[in-house]
Structure formats: C-alpha cells, structure tokens
C-alpha cells in the first residue's frame, strides 16, 4: 500500500535551520510531482512547495521562497524539503502529499 | 492567487440528515486542458487529511457514496447525504488550476448536534 512517511521535524530556535524528510513507498515515486503542505497548530492547510517529478522544476508559497529548498532523490524514493532562516510563523505540521496520499506529518517548532 | 472562500466555517448536523458545504473561488477555475482542478478534502480529528473529491465531482476510492461533489465555474458544492458519526472532522475545497499557488479553504468544521 501506499504510504509517505516524513521525518525530521523538532524544536529550532529562529534563524535556524532544518532538513525535513519524507520517505515514499507503494507508488512509482518518480512519476509523480510531489508536495510540502502544513498546518500551523489550530489553524487551516497552507501548500508550501511542490517539485515535478523528474525533479526539474520546483514551485514555493511566497511565504517559505528564498528560505525553503524543495529537493528529491528518486533513486532513494525520498523527498527533502530544507528550511533555512526559520521563523516563528513557520511552527506547524508538515506533511508531503501527492494530493491523493499524505504522510502523517512531522511537527516543527520554531521557537526560542 | 486565487483565494477559496468556504461556507459555511461551522456546521453542526443531526446523524442521517444531509450536509452541504460550499466553496467559491475568486476566478474560474476551469484550466486550458478544459478541466476543473477543484479537490475536496476530510481531516478527521488528529488525522492527516484525505481527498475526498477530485476533479470536482469524482470521488477517491474507498470513499462512500454518501459524498458528493459538483459545481461548475466558481461555485463548487460538497454534499453529504446523511451524515454519519465518522464525518466529523474539517472539510477543505483545494484549487490546483492557477498554480502556484496550489490554495485551500478556510475549512468547515462538521460537527454532529
């Protein structure tokens, strides 16, 4: 069966950096253009970036572009998402999604 | 960006009666290709969501019969025929037709009376 499974998440003070991870099995990953959505705790859905699935071209919110790099290894079936210069407002659930399939989230506190 | 207004943002409903949501977007989401990328999503509590409806009106499998969408346009409906216990959750309309950014509703918070 299908299933993502993120990793990576964590307390971070702001200004710092995190790696997120999102493992991808029971689909041909490769085919697949792929995306970063999270939730901040008690609020809405907010989609954050997507990459095509040959890894060729990415696409960020507004909120995370110049901060966030979207990145996958199809040999590893696996999706990055790195986050730099993190801020407090980017404290949420992340999940990776292809829309149809999420993972179960991995939870980044941003705070000092 | 297209914004995605949902109504209404609370709906509490007795077990087996029916629920509508409703989702309005600011500009046409009908694409070049001709098709309508307007999904609707389930997030149950402490759950991950889960589409419901793709494309509209096409419902993901595993997905009871009891959901439907439709709506052309703008205006775009979720309806559930009766409601069961296991609908309680938010409901989210997602565009993916002027992208990006990919935009979701406010969400609709399904309860039961």
């Known amino acids: 069966q299908v299933q993502l499974v993120e990793s990576g998440g964590g307390v971070v003070q702001p200004g710092r950096s995190l790696r997120l991870s999102c493992a991808a099995s029971?689909?041909?990953?490769?085919?697949?253009?792929i995306h970063w959505v999270r939730q901040a705790p008690g609020k809405g859905l907010e989609w954050v970036a997507v990459?095509?699935?040959?890894?060729?071209?990415?696409k960020y919110a507004d909120s995370v572009k110049g901060r966030f790099t979207i990145s996958r290894d199809n040999s590893k079936n696996t999706l990055y998402l790195q986050m730099n210069s993190l801020r407090v407002e980017d404290t949420a659930m992340y999940y990776c999604s292809v829309f149809e399939y999420w993972g179960q989230g991995t939870l980044v506190t941003v705070s000092s | 960006d297209v914004v995605m207004t949902q109504s209404p943002l609370s709906l509490p409903v007795t077990l087996g009666q029916p629920a509508s949501i409703s989702c309005r977007s600011s500009q046409s989401l009908v694409g070049g290709d001709g098709n309508t990328y307007l999904d609707w999503f389930q997030q149950r509590p402490g759950q991950s969501p889960r589409r419901l409806i793709y494309?509209?009106?096409n419902r993901d499998s595993g997905v009871p019969d009891r959901f439907s969408g439709s709506g052309s346009g703008t205006d775009f409906t979720l309806k559930i025929s009766r409601v069961e216990a296991e609908d309680v959750g938010v409901y989210y309309c997602?565009?993916?037709?002027?992208?990006?950014?990919?935009?979701f509703g406010q969400g609709t918070k399904v309860e039961i009376k």
């Open positions: 990459i095509l699935s040959d890894g060729s071209n990415e």
């Open positions: 997602m565009q993916g037709t002027h992208w990006p950014p990919w935009t």
């Open positions: 494309k509209v009106s």
């Open positions: 029971g689909f041909t990953f490769s085919k697949y253009g």
